[in-house]
């Protein structure tokens, strides 16, 4: 069975940092893309950003380049997004999952899910 657990989802002050982490197991970590997608309250899903297999290359939306940080441990099977300088907007439900994409850049792609973690940005 393939689970993903994401963890580290805080109440943070604006401007303030936190990281989430995504632990993995069931499925070859390696072999996967790994995105991180939020959602907000009524809203649809927003992709967020992507790690290669190998961790190589990390590709970030436009609104978190500079602030965000994706990497991964395939030693580990975790893959973690460092979170910086957050605003308002970025409170969500924050999912991590694994995409059978060679890119990782599109939802329909992605085979596996977390459950998600509560991101809170609030003074």
């Known amino acids: 069975e393939v689970q993903l657990v994401e963890s580290g989802g805080v109440l943070v002050q604006p401007g303030g940092s936190l990281g989430l982490s995504c632990a993995a197991s069931?499925?070859?970590?390696?072999?996967?893309?790994l995105p991180w997608v939020r959602q907000a309250p009524g809203k649809g899903l927003e992709w967020v950003s992507v790690?290669?297999?190998?961790?190589?290359?990390?590709t970030y939306v436009d609104s978190v380049k500079g602030r965000f940080t994706i990497t991964r441990d395939n030693a580990m099977n975790m893959v973690t997004l460092q979170m910086n300088s957050v605003n308002p907007e970025d409170a969500d439900v924050y999912y991590c999952?694994?995409?059978?994409?060679?890119?990782?850049?599109?939802?329909?792609?992605?085979?596996?899910w977390g459950q998600g973690t509560q991101v809170t940005v609030s003074s």
């Open positions: 999952a694994a995409s059978r994409g060679v890119l990782g850049l599109h939802i329909p792609e992605y085979d596996f």
């Open positions: 069931g499925l070859t970590f390696s072999s996967y893309p």
């Open positions: 790690i290669s297999s190998g961790g190589s290359t990390a």
